[in-house]
């Protein structure tokens, strides 16, 4: 029992992290029939915001911070873009296939491509970042063997539990079981970044720019032939550049953090 105590104390930020998402899920969830369109991408983007700034509030109190700006600051800044090159690489590679892809846009309006694409995206990155990898990650601080193995414990973690809160998204076993291995594996890379470079608005900006380009899939028409120059980028380009960035992200993992070696 004193064991379990311990092991709570230190990553509570763990166990808060699931606690936020199921309170955040259930008033998505009681709030979704009442919206639609903008309106719920405004309300969307809102409910993010609040409950950011309410963890980030919980977030000084818990691990003894004093101003919001010993928790997002820019120190560490260039060593966490280093940490998550691999996504910035395959953000931009994704963009070009996009862009060649594109035969035509869907009937939208500005608001919802605003809505969508701005604001709930920036808050998207602001939220998850604060819950999945500040709270979940922050144990590895309280550690008093700080190594390689630590890390990559805590960056599975991340995996695990980004994973299996998007893949309760779908509807079936294969859908989910797809989702929980893409988006575990982007939440291991925003985990290395964090546990790298100590600086979590590193991986808020990346994981703001990566959402806007994948979102913004679902606004246009893309030509897929067998033997477009799409096909190919879409389905081997990208899937290289896909293991390129897991490969970095774990080799940043390994690494000794950029903020260990500077004190």
Not at 14 to 33: D, G
Not at 101 to 123: A, H, N, R, Y
Not at 186 to 215: E, K, Q, R, T, W
Not at 228 to 235: A, G, I, Q, W
């Amino acid at each position: 029992m004193k064991k379990i105590k311990t092991y709570l104390s230190k990553d509570i930020g763990i166990v808060l992290c699931i606690i936020f998402y199921v309170c955040f899920l259930a008033i998505a969830r009681i709030a979704k029939p009442y919206f639609d369109g903008a309106d719920w991408y405004f309300f969307s983007s809102a409910q993010r915001i609040i409950f950011g700034l309410a963890e980030l509030f919980i977030f000084m109190k818990i691990f003894h911070k004093g101003k919001w700006t010993d928790v997002i600051y820019f120190t560490n800044f260039k060593d966490g873009i280093r940490a998550g090159s691999g996504l910035i690489l395959y953000t931009i590679l994704l963009t070009i296939v996009i862009a060649i892809g594109t035969d035509s846009f869907i009937d939208t309006t500005f608001v919802i491509l605003f809505s969508c694409l701005i604001c709930q995206q920036i808050t998207t990155g602001f939220w998850e970042e604060l819950t999945f990898r500040a709270f979940l990650l922050e144990g590895y601080n309280n550690k008093k063997k700080r190594n390689w193995l630590c890390r990559l414990t805590y960056a599975i973690v991340s995996f695990i539990i980004f994973g299996l809160i998007h893949a309760m998204e779908c509807d079936n076993f294969g859908d989910a079981i797809d989702k929980f291995i893409v988006t575990g594996i982007f939440g291991f890379v925003f985990a290395s970044v964090y546990l790298y470079s100590h600086n979590i608005l590193v991986p808020m900006l990346l994981h703001f720019i990566y959402d806007i380009a994948a979102n913004f899939q679902q606004f246009v028409d893309v030509w897929n032939e067998e033997s477009s120059l799409f096909h190919v980028l879409n389905n081997y380009v990208l899937t290289a550049a896909f293991i390129l960035m897991f490969i970095v992200s774990l080799l940043f993992v390994v690494k000794r953090p950029a903020y260990e070696s500077h004190s």
